[in-house]
């Protein structure tokens, strides 16, 4: 049974720093395809980054240059680095795991999801 578990979510200010994790269990992170959404409230569910098996990152244009997805494969747990934070960041963030080859920022491709860790960030 895959299951993930996000943590690392809290309140910062504008400019802040935040470190996402999601650790795995019944799912090999270094195999993996892999992601990181979010959900504002009133908002659609949006693709923040994913990285792919090979190690190939992609990030949404909003977080470029501020987020840094990444993988501990010794720890089987997958990361979200976040710097520069903006209240437009604020949201429930998850993170998202693929049993398919196929691997982008569409939410149908992931099959396994987290419960979910809240940021929120104050200006």
């Known amino acids: 049974q895959v299951q993930l578990v996000d943590s690392g979510g809290g309140s910062v200010q504008a400019g802040g720093t935040l470190t996402l994790s999601c650790t795995a269990s019944?799912?090999?992170?270094?195999?993996?395809?892999m992601a990181w959404f979010r959900q504002a409230p009133g908002k659609e569910r949006e693709a923040v980054a994913r990285i792919n098996s090979y190690g190939t990152t992609r990030y949404a244009d909003s977080v470029k240059g501020r987020f840094t997805i990444s993988k501990d494969n010794a720890k089987n747990t997958l990361y979200l680095q976040m710097i520069d934070l903006s209240p437009e960041d604020t949201a429930m963030y998850y993170c998202?795991?693929?049993?398919?080859?196929?691997?982008?920022?569409?939410?149908?491709?992931?099959?396994?999801w987290g419960q979910g860790t809240q940021v929120t960030v104050s200006s």
């Open positions: 019944g799912y090999t992170v270094s195999t993996g395809c």
């Open positions: 998202a795991a693929s049993s398919w080859v196929r691997c982008d920022f569409n939410p149908v491709v992931y099959n396994y």
